[in-house]
T-cell receptor, first 116, second 114 residues
Framework: EDKVVQSPLSLVVHEGDTVTLNCSYEVTNFRSLLWYKQEKKAPTFLFMLTSSGIEKKSGRLSSILDKKELFSILNITATQTGDSAVYLCAVRSPWIGGSTLGRLYFGRGTQLTVWP | DVKVTQSSRYLVKRTGEKVFLECVQDMDHENMFWYRQDPGLGLRLIYFSYDVKMKEKGDIPEGYSVSREKKERFSLILESASTNQTSMYLC?????????????FGQGTRLTVV
């Protein structure tokens, strides 16, 4: 049973479009939600969100968290071909109960393809 | 600059071979992780280690073992490689217990078992 669910699994858009990627989660003792971008190599870190309603922004990318409804969105405006990648959402929660050992639960990713 | 280095980008091994995947980080991180990534399944945790010689099984530890003799190095061992272990393997590291920070990933090792 997936603890982190991303949608859509795949998305094809044209350059200049705006896209919204979704991530919903169900974990106990939530600590943070992270977004990564993965091209044909290592995932690279985009954002970490810990508080509801506070938007994080980096250039054309932005993300926000809703801890009440247990989801996050990643927005990309004015998409470019270089945005083509798999976008991964991960949620950190303690390994066991109240343990301080944290682990990340990953979703299956959203494959974004941007056509010129 | 933060660095997690995996020893090989591509490996081809035969069924039944013992396979070692090596990962080294230079950030003095306590936590290290091994994931495998398969199409449609995302990243699945195999093992993680939160200190030297300490390890915990992840979600899919069967057929794997790990070794952490030094803080900077975390090895994944396939005791007897099988074709269903053909996959992309990703190593990651992060700061220690209680630290809410991002994980840094290596470039991945694409393992093919024939």
């Amino acid at each position: 049973e997936d603890k982190v669910v991303q949608s859509p699994l795949s998305l094809v858009v044209h350059e200049g479009d705006t896209v919204t990627l979704n991530c919903s989660y169900e974990v106990t003792n939530f600590r943070s939600l992270l977004w990564y971008k993965q091209e044909k190599k290592a995932p690279t870190f985009l954002f970490m969100l810990t508080s509801s309603g506070i938007e994080k922004k980096s250039g054309r990318l932005s993300s926000i968290l809703d801890k009440k409804e247990l989801f996050s969105i990643l927005n990309i405006t004015a998409t470019q071909t270089g945005d083509s990648a798999v976008y991964l959402c991960a949620v950190r929660s303690p390994w066991i109960g109240g343990s301080t050992l944290g682990r990340l639960y990953f979703g299956r990713g959203t494959q974004l393809t941007v056509w010129p | 600059d933060v660095k997690v280095t995996q020893s090989s980008r591509y490996l081809v091994k035969r069924t039944g071979e013992k396979v070692f995947l090596e990962c080294v980080q230079d950030m003095d991180h306590e936590n290290m992780f091994w994931y495998r990534q398969d199409p449609g399944l995302g990243l699945r945790l195999i093992y993680f280690s939160y200190d030297v010689k300490m390890k915990e099984k992840g979600d899919i530890p069967e057929g794997y073992s790990v070794s952490r003799e030094k803080k900077e190095r975390f090895s994944l061992i396939l005791e007897s490689a099988s074709t269903n272990q053909t996959s992309m393997y990703l190593c990651a590291s992060s700061l220690g217990p209680g630290m809410n920070t991002e994980a840094f990933f290596g470039q991945g090792t694409r393992l093919t078992v024939v």
